[in-house]
């Protein structure tokens, strides 16, 4: 079973900053959260991924809380072609990716 | 960057059939997992291999399930006696083996059993 839960929807208007929250209250101190995101008719595609820092790469911004019990997802300028299902998955070392349902953001122009 | 393939795109098939389906994995990853996707749910885990060895199924895989990696490259997954609810995509990722490696996931396989 996930170990995340994510709201089902959200949306998003074009140019703005998409803010895609995770809870994982249970969440232990070795394991990492990752997100994914599939766009329609692909397979998955990674965005990030983080134990307790902050991270940002090119594609998104990960905020953990200090208790780790929650993070958010930051697109800065969602683009149409940011329209997606966005997964947020706990993982714990050699376990594989267990994916929920993720949220379906929708980017409106 | 050739990324994870996956063929066929789509697949149609009666019920009963027998039906195989082909990922080729990243090149240098030695890690190669099946995952199935049914409509509104995000992918859910069947088995991986590390090189040859077919290290893990999930209890939910039936009998009808067999996946193979022969030489550790290619991956075949095959259904047989097919049924319809089996009619799911099939996706296939890989990675390198140091645990928490990221996926790279093919564009799956769409079946339908009719």
């Known amino acids: ?109 | 960057d050739t990324g994870v393939s996956q063929n066929p795109r789509h697949k149609i098939t009666k019920r009963g059939q027998n039906v195989t389906f082909r990922c080729d994995p990243i090149s240098e990853h030695n890690r190669l997992y099946w995952y199935r996707q049914t409509l509104g749910q995000g992918p859910e885990f069947l088995t991986y291999f590390q090189n040859e060895a077919q290290l893990e199924k999930s209890r939910l895989l039936s009998d009808r399930f067999s996946a193979e990696r022969p030489k550790g490259s290619f991956s075949t997954l095959e259904i047989q006696r097919t049924e319809q609810g089996d009619s799911a995509m099939y996706l296939c990722a890989s990675s390198l083996s140091t645990g928490r490696e990221k996926l790279f996931f093919g564009s799956g396989t769409q079946l339908s059993v009719l």
Request: with cysteine; glycine share 6%.
């Open chain 1, 1 to 109: 079973d996930a170990k995340t839960t994510q709201p089902p929807s959200m949306d998003c208007a074009e140019g703005r900053a998409a803010n895609l929250p995770c809870n994982h209250s249970t969440i232990s101190g070795n394991e990492y959260v990752y997100w994914y995101r599939q766009i329609h008719s692909q397979g998955p595609q990674y965005i990030i991924h983080g134990l307790k820092n902050n991270e940002t790469n090119e594609m998104a911004s990960l905020i953990i809380t200090e208790d780790r019990k929650s993070s958010t997802l930051i697109l800065p300028h969602a683009t149409l072609r940011d329209t997606a299902v966005y997964y947020c998955i706990v993982l714990s070392y050699g376990q594989n990716f267990v994916f929920g349902p993720g949220t379906r953001l929708s980017v409106l122009p």
